[in-house]
């Protein structure tokens, strides 16, 4: 049995069924922060099974936890072809990824990341397949999310909609690739010799950059991986980064999601990506919602923008 796997019951799945239908309407226009918080309230409610391994996830250190079986009934229209300010999914399965979601932490947003909500649409665009972000369709790189941002989430959320058994997940773990490094090449990734760049999901004049380590010197070590905007300081720090992007594609784990999975993965301890597919633009297409955590609002103390805690520049 893989412990990574938790399936949903059937007295567990219409347990959230009638929680997020009995719920769903006084939390549609919530701000939010608002919302942010009334879903970790509200999800103290989710069946104990299911809180009990979510918590577990959070405390032991656990890489990713894929959930599987959630409640599917609800329509899902045609997948969009174009982003909109706000998601666009049924906001019956937004507000059931929030409620697990904030049990690992506090959803936050960026208010200068194009299209960005506590919980945001995945799917392919078709103007955007050769680009490096998560709406196209070419293999997507290894990365963590926002490696570049101080802000960066400690969880990343996604639930599927609507699957494609082609794209499928990979997720690689720091401290497995760590073990497969030669002693140079990680002395090397832990030095300050690269610098993180922004990608083109944030707009226009808002660019960031900042200059760290791939891997933290520790038995548990931090991940700060994103090879497509990343700038090597120093010819040993460019040798040391293909070492670890040959090392990952020998290391790593596959997950194609199901429509109603739900994965959770640690954003410090493992990169991620997805691989190539081919997205028919018909309204068929594979389709995500994803949300991004963090354990503590410090983490957030000097970014945030304007009045709302949970809303970061």
Known sequence: MNNAVFEIERH???????????????????????????????????????????????VSGETHLLIRGLPTRHHVPETPGQKRDSCQAPFYYQFMSALFSAQMGFMYRFSNKRGHAMVEDVFPISSD????????????????????????????SLLCLRSDP?????????????????????????RRDYTFHSDETFLSGQAFKRTSYIIEPSQDPEFLFDPAFTAANSKAAELALITLAERIERCHQSIALQTGDLLI??????????????????????????????????K?????????????A
């Open 12 to 58: 567990e799945r219409d347990q959230i069924e009638a929680l997020v239908a009995g719920n769903a309407v006084a939390f549609a226009d919530k701000a939010s922060d608002s919302f942010s918080y009334g879903c970790i309230e509200l999800g103290t409610r989710l069946p104990s099974r299911v809180r009990r391994r979510l918590h577990r996830m959070r």
């Open 166 to 190: 082609a794209a499928r997940t990979l997720l690689a773990a720091a401290r497995k690739i760590v073990e497969e490094l030669p002693e140079e090449t990680r002395m090397q990734l832990q």
């Open 129 to 156: 397949s050769e680009k490096q972000i998560g709406s196209n369709s070419i293999q997507l790189d290894w990365h963590v999310e926002d490696a570049f941002h101080k802000a960066r989430a400690d969880y990343v």
């Open 265 to 298: 993965f640690d954003n410090r301890r493992v990169a991620h990506s997805r691989t190539e597919y081919q997205p028919r633009h018909d309204g068929s297409d594979r389709w995500l919602v994803r949300s991004l955590m963090v354990e503590s609002t410090w």
């Open 300 to 312: 957030l103390k000097d970014s945030v923008s304007g009045t709302d805690p949970l809303t970061v």
